[in-house]
């Protein structure tokens, strides 16, 4: 099982990014799936998740109705979509794989971090 996350990098504040989680070796609709962010100095964060099977989805209260969080199944993806980007959303974003997509404590598989920088 391996993720590998990419999109990240430097953007001014009120822009966009689309981050884009691809899966290898396993098929990415049979696992919830889920966008967790650290920022420096702080825990890390789960700010969107998806459940298995094309389930519902869940975003922290921090990023809602800024973030999208979507499936692409024909590529094996989970896509991050990012609006009105703050510079509090700075962090190195990763995405996860695991069974119980609001249960952090599930997600076992994990990709690389990239990072995410708003600044003017």
């Known amino acids: 099982v391996q993720l590998q996350a990419s999109g990240g990098g430097l953007v001014q504040p009120g822009g966009s990014l689309r981050l884009s989680c691809v899966a290898s070796e396993f098929r990415a609709n049979d696992y919830a799936i889920g966008w967790f962010r650290r920022a420096p100095g702080k825990e890390r964060e789960r700010v969107a998740c998806?459940?298995?099977?094309?389930?519902?989805?869940s975003y922290a209260d921090s990023v809602k109705g800024r973030f999208t969080i979507s499936r692409d199944n024909s590529k094996n993806t989970v896509d991050l979509q990012i609006e009105a980007l703050k510079p509090e959303d700075t962090a190195v974003y990763y995405c996860?794989?695991?069974?119980?997509?609001?249960?952090?404590?599930?997600?076992?598989?994990w990709g690389q971090g990239t990072l995410v920088t708003v600044s003017s």
């Open positions: 998806v459940s298995r099977n094309n389930g519902p989805t």
């Open positions: 996860a794989a695991g069974h119980f997509y609001k249960v952090p404590s599930s997600y076992t598989y």
